[in-house]
């Protein structure tokens, strides 16, 4: 089996970028190629290929090159996750980052690893996913009128990316915003490190926010004004980590009516 991160353009399922996308090296590179994607697929491949961070790069390829003892006979995606789902969501949802055998090793957020058996169970019971589980690229999940993306493209140690790492990345995601904004009615953020990376992503996508910015809260709900005057809600919801499912801090019940509202708000 071979180790470390796959290359672009040689087979991976869904992999949006080939040989020839440009590499984003630099935080100021990372604003640039964002900006100047001109479609939403241009914009996934350039952010599936991002070196801007070092201490992210060395660590999700290592974690690609060393692999968990259970999944050493799997290659690992081992590069920076793009959103994926819907490409005119009416429904936004925005991870942390994604875990180092997880969305690291499967090439999407959530897919492969707990969080995400939890996650997608909600969504599919909800009607927003196609299939109960998300296992792997390619698997045949579908997300239904919903995107998935995350803060922070990288899996990083410890799960906990540095303040620098957040903003050096955010430029993807206002990219993101902008592309996907016709649509969308509902952004839901899994946790409070998405809560507060989003209020500079939606300052910069053009949005008008409220002052003082909300704290977070699961089911806290703040109303945005899109730059073309569409009203959006802004709902927060606990992370599907482990601590907080297994604890019993966010339930099944719990998720389930976070994400009926947010399909009940998108098709009003």
């Known amino acids: 089996m071979v180790a470390g991160p796959v290359a672009p353009g040689t087979g991976w399922p869904d992999d949006p970028a080939d040989p020839g996308t440009p590499v984003a090296a630099t935080a100021r590179e990372v604003r640039e190629l964002a900006s100047g994607a001109a479609s939403l697929a241009e914009l996934t491949a350039r952010q599936s290929v991002c070196r801007a961070c070092p201490r992210l790069v060395a660590w999700r390829e290592q974690v690609a090159d060393v692999r968990r003892r259970s999944f050493r006979d799997e290659r690992y995606w081992g590069r920076p ?7 005119a969501p009416s429904i936004l949802i925005v991870g942390l980052a994604p875990a180092a055998h997880g969305g690291n090793r499967t090439g999407r957020i959530f897919t492969g690893d707990r969080s995400g058996d939890f996650l997608f169970a909600a969504l599919h019971r909800c009607g927003l996913a196609s299939q109960p589980q998300s296992v792997s690229a390619g698997d045949g999940q579908r997300l239904i009128g919903t995107r998935i993306v995350a803060a922070v493209r990288c899996a990083p140690p410890d799960n906990k990316p540095t303040p620098g790492e957040r903003d050096a990345c955010a430029p993807w995601l206002t990219a993101e915003l ?5 649509n969308l009615r509902v952004m839901l953020c899994l946790g409070g490190f998405a809560w507060q990376a989003l209020w500079r992503v939606l300052q910069d996508a053009g949005y008008g926010l409220p002052r003082p910015r909300p704290a ?13 005057g569409v009203n959006v809600l802004l709902i927060g919801c606990y992370h599907p980590s482990q601590q907080n499912t297994f604890t019993g801090r966010l339930t099944g019940d719990m998720l389930d009516a976070i994400f009926a509202r947010a399909r009940t708000l998108a098709s009003s």
Not at 216 to 228: C, I, K, M, T
């Open 216 to 228: 977070f809260e699961h089911g806290a709900e703040v109303e945005l004004r899109s730059p073309d």
């Open 178 to 182: 902008r592309i996907v904004a016709d």
């Open 81 to 87: 996750i793009p959103g994926w789902g819907e490409v």
